[in-house]
């Protein structure tokens, strides 16, 4: 689990068995981003999403197909983002999550913040910098 932003956490694949664990570090929201079934014995994103029933953690599943970044789910990153809550959003190794997250706070955020975050968290946004300059001129 590695801290973005002030409420925004981005993981490898979670299982049903962290979900306590996230309760406990006071997590609101979890954000599936990876579809299901990319590997043999990964967890489904029911098995959690029931976990987090059960822990009364909100769920949202909002898969991204690795190289499918879409303006839907950069638009509904965004409402999550917006929100301000606790949330934490998984996929394989965490790079959809950060990718998504970069581009929905592009919307409204400075990209240099943006792209200096994502390298704080360990993730070299640069690559990034023409489509957020694009998303940002266009809200």
Same mark, same amino acid.
């Given at each position: +689990?590695?801290?973005? #932003?002030?409420?925004?956490?981005?993981? #490898?694949?979670? &299982?049903?068995?962290?979900?306590?664990?996230?309760?406990?570090?006071?997590?609101? *929201?979890?954000?599936?981003?990876?579809?299901?079934?990319?590997?043999?014995?990964?967890?489904?994103?029911?098995?959690?999403?029931?976990?987090?029933?059960?822990?009364?953690?909100?769920?949202?599943? *909002?898969? +991204?197909?690795?190289?499918? *970044?879409? #303006?839907?789910?950069?638009?509904?990153?965004? %409402?999550?983002? &917006?929100?301000?809550?606790?949330?934490? %959003?998984?996929?394989?190794?965490?790079?959809r999550c950060i990718n998504l997250w970069?581009?929905?706070? %592009?919307?409204?955020?400075n990209i240099e913040e943006t792209i200096?975050?994502?390298?704080?968290?360990?993730?070299?946004?640069?690559?990034?910098?023409? *489509?957020?300059?694009?998303?940002?001129?266009?809200?």
């Open positions: +689990m590695i801290k973005v #932003s002030d409420n925004f956490y981005v993981s #490898s694949q979670i &299982d049903d068995r962290h979900v306590g664990y996230l309760k406990e570090q006071g997590f609101n *929201l979890v954000v599936c981003n990876r579809p299901n079934d990319e590997e043999q014995g990964q967890t489904g994103f029911e098995q959690i999403e029931q976990a987090c029933k059960e822990a009364d953690i909100n769920f949202i599943n *909002l898969p +991204m197909v690795p190289g499918n *970044l879409t #303006s839907e789910l950069i638009t509904e990153t965004k %409402a999550i983002i &917006d929100k301000n809550i606790k949330t934490i %959003a998984y996929c394989r190794t965490g790079t970069a581009c929905a706070n %592009a919307i409204e955020g200096e975050l994502g390298t704080e968290a360990g993730y070299d946004l640069d690559h990034l910098r023409p *489509l957020l300059k694009e998303i940002n001129s266009s809200s």
